[in-house]
């Protein structure tokens, strides 16, 4: 497994001594089809592992795969670091000591060698802590079979409170960001409303790896306060019960009867209009239900048949129809900025998962060059296109077809167009993904993020979102 891993290795005994491409020297030992050392390691990204953290995050003990599984991606960490992309990787394993750095010999170190049986792994060095407790220098690691195993999920209280997010005809959406355990992979969630278990689901994670999670509450009633928590529980058993969210359930809104109902709706998710004026807020449509808001509802208003969003320099904003969330849908909604100068971005979201999303940005920059950008679940740009020939300029309308279908993968497609103009037969930005916390259905909407520069507004009307048909 040292290949493409460390630059040198010599043995003694059944440890390895390794140097890696900095001269470090570590330790490792083989034990079964597992490989563990000792390492002060801050970057594992490029074989799927932990990422780069500011300031810098250390795993003092690791543990792999005997046999390599993978390749090698580049390290783009930067600096001057040995680059071993294309070669075999091992994978890394679920083993995550807590182990401080010593301070005798001022390098940074706390286990400098490891050792082992078929039974114990056994760490050596100049460490003081292992695991919150104190332990001087020895720390020793027993197999499941005759372990305490009494290491439980680490997140608790408000650290591992769930977000609600309240809909319309009684339905909450619970989101949670995943507990870790240090020696296991594998935690079971158990959501619990006012005490009861009302959903349970498994998970992996680790400490540098923790997905969102979430649930649906429907069959609420209106008026009544709920209270949920998030129960994590590893597999010998051992649980921590998170701190507790509440919400009230708002009473069933009267749809606009002024609205019409669009498409047929056996092909129709949403269709709103804004013909009705709302000082507050964005109101109801026949179709497609409450529209939630994202901050200060003075944030949003409804008036002359568009809506209206204004936020704050280096702000964003957003509003979703969360009764509905579709896996597959094609959302398409004309969009004006009405602040001239404006370094703003117009958001239309296709598919929203907790914090998760899928995304398309029609940036509006302060010259009205406009461009448009698909965004990821870690808030990431997927994809980009500078649209030459469009303007952004005060009181230009654009508009904006979304599609997002299909699950692992995904497909994300756009694509922007002058309103009085018609609309292009071909996708401007096409792309397919594989986010593991948005591989399910979710709720679309629309928002605003507006610049460091200057605050910013703008408008929405005539808002579809159906069922993709054909290839559109």
């Known amino acids: ?5 460390f630059r040198a290795s010599w043995r003694n005994g059944n440890t390895a001594w390794i140097q890696d491409c900095h001269g470090d020297t570590y330790s490792a030992v083989p034990i079964g089809d597992v490989v563990y050392t000792t390492a002060h390691a801050h970057f594992c990204g490029n074989i799927s592992g932990f990422e780069e953290t500011k300031p810098r995050s250390y795993h003092r003990t690791m543990a792999f795969t005997k046999e390599a599984t993978g390749t090698i991606r580049r390290n783009v960490t930067g600096g001057t670091y040995f680059n071993f992309e294309g070669r075999p ?56 079979q005759i372990a305490p195993n009494k290491e439980r999920p680490r997140e608790s209280g ?12 009684g339905t909450v959406e619970v989101t949670w960001k995943s507990n870790y355990d240090r020696d296991n992979e594998q935690v079971t969630y158990n959501v619990l409303r006012d005490g ?37 529980i590893d597999p010998f058993g051992n649980t921590v019960t998170g701190a507790s969210a509440t919400v009230t359930i708002s009473p069933v809104a009267e749809p606009d009867p002024g609205d019409e109902a669009g498409p047929q709706p056996d092909q129709s998710y949403a269709h709103y209009d804004f013909n009705r004026a709302v000082k507050s807020g964005l109101g109801v449509a026949a179709l497609g239900g409450n529209w939630a808001t994202l901050g200060s509802s003075s944030n949003y208003s409804v008036a002359d048949g568009v809506a209206r969003f204004q936020a704050n320099s280096r702000r964003v904003i957003g ?27 117009a958001v239309v979201v296709g598919r929203k998962v907790g914090s998760s999303e899928y995304r398309a940005g029609l940036r509006y920059s302060a010259t009205d060059d406009v461009s448009l950008r698909i965004i990821g679940a870690s808030n990431e740009i997927l994809n980009f296109l500078d649209l030459t020939g469009l303007t952004g300029a005060s009181g230009a309308p654009l508009r904006i077809r979304m599609q997002v279908v299909g699950v692992s ?22 792309l397919t993904d594989n986010a593991r916390s948005l591989q399910k259905p979710g709720y679309v909407g629309l928002g605003l993020v507006a610049s460091a520069s200057a605050p910013a507004a703008v408008t929405f009307d005539e808002v579809t979102a159906g069922k993709p048909v054909g290839k559109g």
């Open 89 to 144: 990787s091992p994978r890394l394993l679920a083993f995550y000591p807590d182990i401080n750095t010593g301070t005798f010999t001022g390098q940074g170190q706390g286990p400098w060698n490891v050792t082992g049986n078929s039974d114990y792994v056994l760490y050596g060095g100049e460490s003081t802590i292992v695991n919150n407790k104190r332990q001087q220098g020895l720390a020793r690691f027993a197999v499941a």
């Open 196 to 232: 009861v278990i009302v959903d349970m689901q498994n998970g992996l994670s680790s400490d540098w790896d923790r997905p969102l999670l979430t649930w649906t509450d429907t069959g609420l009633v209106g008026g009544a306060t709920y209270a949920y928590k998030i129960r994590a």
């Open 1 to 5: 497994m040292f290949e493409g891993t």
């Open 158 to 169: 408000t650290d591992f409170m769930p977000t609600l997010a309240t809909v319309n005809e």
């Open 319 to 345: 509003a979703g129809l969360l009764s509905i969330a579709p896996t597959n849908v094609d959302v398409t909604v004309t969009a004006t900025l009405v602040s001239p100068g404006a370094d703003a971005t």
């Open 409 to 430: 993968p995904t497909l994300i497609r756009a694509k922007v167009w002058p309103k009085n103009s018609a609309e292009p037969e071909s996708w401007q930005v096409s």
